[in-house]
């Protein structure tokens, strides 16, 4: 087995903004970019210039992402979602904050005491994030 990499259907409302969503995420991230951006061409099946398969880093992570503009019976789900350990306050709550504008929070930044700051949301593209503040983020009195 080579790799096994998470890959993003933007399909329904949200076909069409693949590459937009990609520019978001390598924005909010470090050690984060895009590898390959292959879009579709006016003689495809699909829109031309909406994204055919792209490749691309969340903080060293390869995840792949394409654009469906058919119909399908199914869209993203919060059952699947990115889990991300955040190493500071200041990060978990920027990082929450741009995810959350325009998207909808499932369970608002809080100490839930399984993690003393914790965060579920899904973001204005429908992709579903837990964000963790990991134990070396915790400062201890």
């Not at 409302?13 to 924005?27: L, N, P, V």
């Amino acid at each position: 087995m080579k790799s096994i990499k998470t890959s993003l259907m933007f399909v329904g409302e949200q076909a069409g903004k693949a590459e937009e969503a990609i520019k978001f995420y390598t924005s909010l991230f470090p050690r984060s970019k895009v590898i390959d951006l292959q879009r579709y061409k006016a003689s495809e099946q699909e829109p031309e210039g909406s994204t055919k398969m792209a490749r691309f880093t969340i903080n060293g992570t390869e995840f792949i992402a394409l654009d469906s503009h058919l119909e399908h019976q199914f869209t993203f789900t919060p059952s699947m979602s990115l889990y991300v350990e955040c190493e500071s306050m200041s990060e978990i709550e920027r990082v929450f904050r741009a995810l959350a504008e325009g998207g909808s929070e499932l369970m608002p930044l809080d100490d839930y005491g399984f993690s003393q700051r914790f965060g579920w949301l899904n973001d204005r593209y429908g992709v579903s994030w837990q964000l963790n503040l990991s134990n070396s983020g915790v400062q201890v009195a």
